[in-house]
């Protein structure tokens, strides 16, 4: 690939992965909705606006620290967290449970729809992998997947906290939500981030759940 090509394909993924992380927090907030709270929707949180969506430290911090400790092969963020209240939902256990899965299911449905698009130029072109376009759906569809698992991390306020929580006894729930409140979780995730072994073994795990799912979804 050229060099002009290449910064042109950078600009497409960096757009289509903003606006990837702009989806994950507009489907919480949509799905908070559905449950009968409406705090997302009255702060604007449901749009395809990026800016409201900006988090010093997720969208600007964390892609930073993930680019350089990867040695430029590897970025990963967020967003600020959609504000939403679990006592307005009509189903407390289930809405909660439900708009944490929102966001991870969107990015899973944008990587499946990346990668299909993919499948549909390879098969248009004979010749995907050589292609601009395929470049830039393969990337997309790796980081939404990246995203999904990332979130999946059941540190507080990571989405997956959210499910782990109910596997917790009841008086261990509440300090384990604490971390998340008190910004404890961030830190225990910074310092996870920057453990070598630790962050090799996580992205070890990482990408192979990566590729197994990329293995069967890309039919060439």
Same mark, same amino acid.
């Given at each position: +690939?050229?060099? +002009?090509?290449?910064? =042109?394909?950078?600009i497409?993924?960096?757009?289509f992965?903003?606006?990837s992380?702009?989806? !994950?927090?507009? /489907?919480? &907030?949509?799905?908070a909705?559905?449950? &009968?709270?409406? =705090?997302?929707? #009255?702060q ?5 606006n990026?800016?409201?969506h ?15 400790? *990867?040695?430029? =092969?590897?970025?990963?963020?967020? /967003? ?6 679990p006592?307005?939902? $009509? #189903?407390?256990?289930? &809405?909660?449970?439900?708009? *944490?899965?929102?966001?991870? /299911? ?9 990668? @299909?698009?993919?499948n549909?130029? !390879?098969?248009?072109?004979?010749? *995907?992998?050589g292609t ?14 990246? @995203?999904a698992?990332?979130n @999946? ?9 959210h ?10 729930? !509440? ?5 998340? #409140? =008190? ?5 225990i995730l910074?310092?996870?981030i ?8 996580? *992205?070890?795990?990482?990408? &192979?759940l $990566?590729?197994? @799912? ?7």
């Amino acid at each position: +690939m050229m060099p +002009m090509d290449e910064m =042109t394909a950078k600009i497409f993924i960096i757009a289509f992965l903003v606006e990837s992380i702009v989806l !994950h927090e507009m /489907a919480h &907030g949509y799905v908070a909705w559905l449950f &009968g709270d409406q =705090t997302a929707k #009255r702060q604007g949180r449901i749009t395809f606006n990026p800016i409201p969506h900006i988090d010093p430290l997720w969208t600007i911090v964390i892609p930073i620290v993930a680019y350089f400790l *990867s040695g430029g =092969t590897f970025i990963i963020g967020g /967003a600020k967290p959609v504000p939403v209240n679990p006592f307005n939902y $009509r #189903r407390p256990v289930l &809405g909660d449970i439900c708009v *944490s899965v929102a966001g991870v /299911a969107a990015n899973f449905l944008i990587a499946v729809i990346m990668i @299909l698009l993919l499948n549909i130029v !390879h098969f248009i072109s004979g010749n *995907s992998t050589g292609t601009l376009v395929a470049h830039v759906l393969l990337n997309v569809a790796l980081l939404n997947i990246v @995203l999904a698992m990332f979130n @999946l991390i059941p540190i507080p306020p990571l989405d997956g906290s959210h499910l782990f929580k109910y596997l917790l006894p009841q008086e261990l729930r !509440h300090s384990y939500e604490k971390l998340g #409140r =008190t910004g404890a979780g961030f830190i225990i995730l910074i310092l996870l981030i920057n453990i070598p072994g630790l962050w090799n073994i996580f *992205s070890t795990v990482l990408f &192979g759940l $990566r590729d197994f @799912l990329l293995g069967n979804l890309i039919f060439f």
